[in-house]
């Protein structure tokens, strides 16, 4: 049985790690170079990123590989290098997740252009580039794919089915909810549930958006919408304001504020949680100390 599966079926609360684009920049990343290029040229940083994680207690490790379809791989100088980036992607995380006996996620973000009828892409081209990056992931070795910071369903839908046509992998489908409970193309959780729960995906969450409440509530209307669903949670270290000296984004909700909120979406149904934009090791170490027996 898939590993993934077998630890949710045990009845176990996994965390998931926490942020790569905001760790990677304090870690010397320029804003605006892609993260996928320090696949090929500095893995080394993306290791030790991915090993302070499962050092902190995350069971789940997630691929440098969000922007990592074919298209949105223009912004990096590897983009006719994309399966190989993905596959080796995935090696890295499993040798981190390795440290602490845990899994890896294959994390496939959004294109970064919209889809017919809103905008100029055919959903079969952007169909076919999600299989591409998720029959990489796959064979670099992944536990699950991760259709993360997804706002409209018809890129969604083409993820999930661009990757269920080349692999059998447990997929997450997460949507970031960036107008507090709508995402910015004013999709509801409660419809989100209905239809990836319908179309198998094994969890339904959400991830980055706005503020710890703001996420409560999406969690809540997941739940009154499928009560026993399980859900995939990992929110921002609330919203971000920049800091005009090292022009860096700064999260102010501390380890202790990520922890108490991860207690009530674990209560409220989640079964995987952790934290998105801006949360560090720490807060990671804090969720793990609350949410595990
Ligand atoms: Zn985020």
């Known amino acids: 049985m898939n590993k993934f599966l077998e630890r949710l079926k045990g009845g176990e609360i996994l965390v998931a790690d926490g942020a790569t684009g905001s760790n990677l920049q304090k870690m010397g990343l ?10 090929i040229d500095d893995p080394d940083t993306l290791l030790k990123l991915a090993r302070s994680f499962a050092e902190a207690g995350s069971d789940i490790i997630l691929t440098c590989t969000f922007g990592g379809t074919r298209i949105r791989m223009k912004d990096s100088k590897y983009q006719d290098r994309t399966p190989e980036v993905n596959m080796r992607a995935a ?9 602490n006996n845990g899994l890896v996620a294959g ?3 959004p294109v970064g252009a919209i889809l017919k009828p809103y905008g100029p892409l055919e959903p079969e081209e952007v169909k076919a580039m999600f299989a591409e990056q998720a ?18 369903f018809e890129e969604t839908t083409a993820a999930f089915e661009g990757a269920r046509s080349v692999t059998e992998l447990p997929m997450v489908v997460s949507f ?16 989100v549930m209905k239809h990836y729960s319908e179309m198998g995906a094994t969890l339904v969450g959400a991830n980055c958006g706005t503020t710890l409440e703001n996420m409560e509530a999406v969690v809540r209307e997941y739940a009154a919408t499928a009560p026993n669903f399980p859900l995939w949670v990992k ?42 934009c801006g949360n560090t090791p720490e807060h990671i170490a804090a969720i793990v100390k609350a949410v595990k027996i």
């Open 30 to 39: 320029k804003p605006g170079k892609p993260p996928e290029d320090l696949i």
């Open 91 to 99: 090696e890295i995380a499993r040798k981190a997740a390795a440290l």
């Open 107 to 109: 994390s496939m973000g």
């Open 135 to 152: 029959k990489a992931l796959a064979e670099g070795g992944v536990d699950l794919l991760l259709i993360e910071t997804m706002f409209s």
């Open 176 to 191: 970031s909810y960036d107008r507090g409970t709508r995402t910015m193309m004013g999709v509801k959780p409660k419809d």
């Open 235 to 276: 929110p921002n270290a609330g919203v971000p304001h920049m800091d005009i000296e090292t022009e860096q984004g700064v999260y102010d909700m501390s380890p202790e504020d990520m922890a108490t909120y991860a207690r009530k979406y674990v209560e409220l149904g989640a079964k995987v949680v952790g934290g998105c």
